[in-house]
């Protein structure tokens, strides 16, 4: 099955209507649903508009139940290269900026509540934002010259918010090197840092991917979107109220329909429904 939905801004120049595109596009695959950034000319940069077009998409299709799992693309070889500095300038005043900031720390709450799992898909550069926003996905699967930075020092602005994403995916000392020296790391250093889940070769990201993919579509969804609300719950605990809060957790995914019949086809030794 196969579904393309193309998002679009209504705006007025003078008298005149016209439609904008907007900056990502979204197709559902045989459960999948593909979320692909597509303004090469801007580096894929993360404007207001690429945000919330992001954001709009999850949105949209997180609660259909054909929908078990999005894959997060870029058109082109580089992911994102963040923030558009040009949404940065003085001239947009203090205000604005932080309007910016908010609607990105938005994006990557959408992402860590979206009840199915959220993949970066990554062909190349992903930096500062941009490499906020593949620290913020539940996996990620990148192809072997895939470059990971978060250079805004060199800009005059330090990766304070996408420091927050990295600090959290990857021990401090790797965090430091990429935010106080701004280079890049390879994609073997940000397996090897946790940065990342997978490295393959260009030519089998797409089945490396599909693989994933298909592994999460033979789960239940429900006990997916338990799982993955009560992850990212625990991980801000201390370890003994984390275990107090899975015990209850784990009670309440056996009462569950899913859950019983999970039980049940393990004692009768066959495939679960």
Request: proline residues 4%; charged residues 20%; positive net charge.
């Given at each position: 099955?196969?579904?393309?939905?193309?998002l679009?801004?209504?705006?007025?120049?003078?008298?005149?209507?016209?439609?904008?595109?907007?900056?990502?596009?979204?197709?559902?695959?045989?459960?999948?649903?593909?979320?692909?950034l597509?303004?090469?000319?801007?580096?894929?940069?993360?404007?207001?508009?690429?945000?919330?077009?992001?954001?709009?998409?999850?949105?949209?299709?997180q609660?259909?139940?054909?929908?078990?799992?999005?894959v997060?693309?870029?058109?082109?070889?580089?992911?994102?290269?963040?923030?558009?500095?040009?949404?940065?300038?003085?001239?947009?005043?203090?205000?604005?900026?932080?309007?910016?900031?908010?609607?990105?720390?938005?994006?990557?709450?959408?992402?860590?509540?979206?009840?199915?799992?959220?993949i970066?898909?990554?062909?190349?550069?992903?930096?500062?934002?941009?490499?906020?926003?593949?620290?913020?996905?539940?996996?990620?699967?990148?192809s072997?010259?895939?470059?990971?930075?978060?250079?805004?020092?060199?800009?005059?602005?330090?990766c304070?918010?996408?420091?927050?994403?990295?600090?959290?995916?990857?021990?401090?000392?790797?965090?430091?090197?990429?935010?106080?020296?701004?280079?890049?790391?390879?994609?073997?250093?940000?397996?090897?840092?946790?940065?990342?889940?997978?490295v393959?070769?260009?030519?089998?990201?797409?089945?490396?991917?599909?693989?994933?993919?298909?592994?999460?579509?033979?789960?239940?969804?429900?006990?997916?979107?338990?799982?993955?609300?009560?992850?990212?719950?625990?991980?801000?605990?201390?370890?003994?109220?984390?275990?107090?809060?899975?015990?209850?957790?784990?009670?309440?995914?056996?009462?569950?329909?899913?859950?019983?019949?999970?039980?049940?086809?393990?004692?009768?030794?066959?495939?679960?429904?």
């Amino acid at each position: 099955m196969l579904r393309k939905f193309g998002l679009l801004h209504h705006h007025k120049l003078g008298s005149v209507a016209y439609r904008r595109r907007l900056l990502s596009t979204f197709t559902e695959r045989d459960g999948i649903g593909h979320i692909q950034l597509d303004n090469e000319k801007t580096r894929n940069s993360l404007s207001l508009d690429m945000m919330d077009s992001i954001q709009q998409h999850i949105v949209a299709h997180q609660d259909d139940p054909t929908v078990r799992c999005f894959v997060l693309s870029a058109k082109g070889h580089v992911f994102s290269a963040g923030h558009n500095l040009k949404e940065l300038t003085p001239e947009r005043g203090p205000d604005f900026h932080r309007q910016v900031f908010a609607k990105c720390s938005e994006l990557i709450g959408v992402i860590l509540r979206a009840p199915v799992p959220v993949i970066a898909r990554v062909d190349g550069l992903a930096a500062a934002a941009g490499c906020q926003l593949v620290a913020s996905c539940d996996m990620v699967v990148c192809s072997e010259s895939s470059t990971f930075s978060t250079p805004g020092a060199s800009f005059g602005i330090f990766c304070s918010t996408p420091g927050i994403a990295v600090a959290r995916a990857v021990p401090r000392m790797k965090a430091s090197y990429m935010l106080f020296t701004g280079l890049p790391i390879s994609a073997q250093e940000a397996l090897e840092s946790g940065l990342v889940s997978k490295v393959v070769p260009s030519d089998r990201l797409d089945q490396e991917v599909e693989a994933i993919c298909d592994a999460i579509k033979g789960k239940s969804r429900a006990v997916i979107a338990l799982g993955k609300k009560f992850f990212y719950e625990q991980i801000a605990m201390d370890v003994n109220s984390a275990y107090r809060k899975g015990e209850q957790v784990m009670a309440d995914n056996l009462g569950t329909v899913d859950g019983q019949e999970g039980i049940l086809s393990f004692v009768e030794k066959r495939k679960p429904v």
